[in-house]
């Protein structure tokens, strides 16, 4: 099994850690959110707000390196992990995935996405009318 830590606060990240857990893979895969009761016991070593992998047998990748990891589980794009880990596509797919590590919250709010936790402070501010019946 592969956990797979989003940034919980993050919009993109919590829409790509749906779609993760969506597809087909070889390995299974457990997106936790890291502002989660259990990514924060089991995994509070992990830098905060980092995409990260961490297997059952404790071996950790960060950033692209945790990027490659996802591909590599999914059945439809393992070929694509073993082609962007080559000498010549590792720099390209390590600048593209820094580029959207840093731009995620600009992205999410661009595509109007939110995080689990945007949504319940937004929906926790709703005012609901009160029930009535006619």
């Not at 580029?99 to 709703?126: I, M």
Request: charged letters at 25%.
């Amino acid at each position: 099994m592969l956990y797979v830590i989003v940034d919980g606060r993050c919009g993109l990240c919590t829409e790509i850690g749906a779609w993760l857990r969506d597809q087909p893979s070889y390995v299974q895969l457990r997106t936790l959110s890291s502002e989660s009761e259990e990514a924060r016991s089991k995994f509070s070593a992990l830098p905060s707000g980092e995409l990260a992998v961490v297997s059952d047998r404790g071996d950790v990748w960060l950033g692209n390196n945790a990027f490659l990891m996802c591909l590599w589980a999914l059945r439809a794009y393992r070929k694509w992990a073993y082609r962007l880990a080559r000498p010549l596509l590792r720099p390209f797919a390590r600048q593209a995935f820094a580029e959207l590590s840093h731009s995620r919250h600009a992205v999410s709010k661009l595509l109007g996405l939110r995080s689990d936790s945007e949504l319940k402070e937004h929906l926790r501010k709703v005012s609901t009318p009160p029930c009535q019946l006619h």
